[in-house]
């Protein structure tokens, strides 16, 4: 599965942005997607995860309250809404898939999108 994400930019804090993540060639039927962010100097860190089948989610606790995880099935896509971003949430990000059940770790992704960066600084 290809992956391409999109949406990434220069946000104010507490401003708004709207990531997309869509595959390339077949649908997320059967696999579990995620976003991951990575901040320059840090490791990869879990930011949201969803079940393509049931709609089943889970976030960060950084994130939970903020970010919403969820599918468009018009555009076979799954999207990140981020409200009310704080300059730590600045990061590139990426969209993630697997078969199965999700998961937190970076390790258990076999696919990846290249990468969307996320900046939010006043």
């Known amino acids: 599965v290809q992956l391409q994400a999109s949406g990434g930019g220069l946000v104010h804090p507490g401003g708004s942005l709207r990531l997309s993540c869509a595959p390339s060639g077949r649908s997320f039927s059967g696999y579990s997607m995620a976003w991951f962010r990575q901040a320059p100097g840090k490791e990869r860190e879990f930011v949201a995860a969803?079940?393509?089948?049931?709609?089943?989610?889970g976030y960060a606790d950084s994130v939970k309250g903020r970010f919403t995880i969820s599918r468009d099935n018009t555009k076979n896509s799954m999207t990140l809404q981020m409200n009310n971003l704080k300059p730590e949430d600045t990061a590139v990000y990426y969209c993630?898939?697997?078969?199965?059940?999700?998961?937190?770790?970076?390790?258990?992704?076999?696919?990846w999108g290249q990468g969307t960066q996320v900046t939010v600084s006043s």
């Open positions: 969803m079940l393509w089948s049931d709609h089943g989610s």
């Open positions: 993630a898939a697997r078969g199965g059940l999700f998961r937190t770790n970076p390790a258990d992704y076999i696919h």
